[in-house]
């Protein structure tokens, strides 16, 4: 078979680990897993409950493109619950995980050959998934005092088009405070560089909640 070339990546080794590690324990082996960050907690009761009726009732076609108007209206009043923004659902988007959010969010901010900041140390995957839409991934070396996260003049400094930021971070659990996070924003506006905020580990916090970069929009 004939591979392109934007698909030849690094392997994401923890998978590789884990099909290890199964077949290890296919094969009688105790293993303690500790190689990929599963879920500590059950999905929630009445999710479980709408989804089991669903399956029951056969509702498995299509949803709408952009995802359940009512689970983009909920997910829009929970950025007001917890981070008292008024977002329109219009801007908000159902994707399957933040991968996918990734893959549609490069392809409708980037040109081929675009060059994306990333946070080293940071998540490996962001490398891959750049590089499999032909992206530059440019790593950012980041430093103990700024918390491991970019600073506004690496986005100065870099010719970047777009800048990739996550608080909490990925290894580092690292966040961004709100003044800081506020002025990486207005620089990359400012620079016309697009800013993507990756939030998966928002909630997952302890002394300091985490700081949205969505505005107000209705
Ligand atoms: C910082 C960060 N972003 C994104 C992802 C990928 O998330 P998903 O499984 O929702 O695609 C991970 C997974 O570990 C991560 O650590």
Same mark, same amino acid.
């Given at each position: 078979?004939?591979?392109?070339?934007?698909?030849?990546?690094?392997?994401?080794?923890?998978?590789?680990?884990?099909?290890?590690?199964?077949?290890?324990?296919?094969?009688?082996?105790?293993?303690?897993?500790?190689?990929?960050?599963?879920?500590?907690?059950?999905?929630?009761?009445?999710?479980?409950?709408?989804?089991?009726?669903?399956?029951?009732?056969?509702?498995?076609?299509?949803?709408? #493109?952009?995802?359940?108007?009512?689970?983009?209206?909920?997910?829009?009043?929970?950025?007001?619950?917890?981070?008292?923004?008024?977002?329109?659902?219009?801007?908000?988007?159902?994707?399957?995980?933040?991968?996918?959010?990734?893959?549609?969010?490069?392809?409708?901010?980037?040109?081929?050959?675009?060059?994306?900041?990333?946070?080293?140390?940071?998540?490996?995957?962001?490398?891959?998934?750049l590089k499999s839409q032909d992206?530059?991934?440019?790593?950012?070396? #980041?430093?103990?005092?700024?918390?491991?996260?970019?600073?506004?003049?690496?986005?100065?400094?870099?010719?970047?088009?777009?800048?990739?930021?996550?608080?909490?971070?990925?290894?580092?659990?690292?966040?961004?405070?709100?003044? #800081?996070?506020?002025?990486?924003?207005?620089?990359?506006?400012?620079?016309?560089?697009?800013?993507?905020?990756?939030?998966?580990?928002?909630?997952?916090?302890?002394?300091?909640?985490?700081?949205?970069?969505?505005?107000?929009?209705?």
């Amino acid at each position: 078979m004939k591979n392109s070339k934007r698909s030849n990546v690094d392997p994401f080794i923890v998978m590789d680990v884990m099909e290890s590690a199964r077949i290890a324990e296919k094969n009688g082996k105790h293993i303690i897993h500790m190689e990929v960050g599963q879920p500590g907690t059950p999905a929630p009761k009445l999710a479980k409950k709408f989804i089991t009726k669903e399956i029951s009732n056969n509702n498995l076609g299509y949803t709408v #493109t952009l995802g359940l108007p009512a689970l983009r209206e909920r997910i829009s009043k929970l950025y007001g619950d917890w981070y008292n923004i008024d977002l329109n659902p219009n801007r908000v988007v159902i994707t399957v995980g933040s991968s996918g959010a990734f893959i549609l969010s490069f392809t409708s901010l980037f040109n081929i050959g675009d060059r994306v900041g990333i946070a080293a140390p940071g998540y490996p995957s962001y490398r891959q998934i750049l590089k499999s839409q032909d992206l530059i991934p440019v790593d950012i070396q #980041t430093e103990i005092q700024n918390k491991f996260q970019p600073i506004p003049e690496d986005i100065k400094k870099n010719n970047l088009n777009g800048i990739l930021v996550a608080s909490p971070a990925n290894p580092t659990g690292s966040m961004v405070d709100k003044e #800081t996070l506020k002025n990486l924003i207005n620089t990359a506006h400012e620079n016309n560089v697009s800013f993507i905020s990756d939030e998966i580990y928002h909630g997952i916090q302890y002394e300091k909640k985490s700081h949205n970069s969505a505005r107000n929009n209705r």
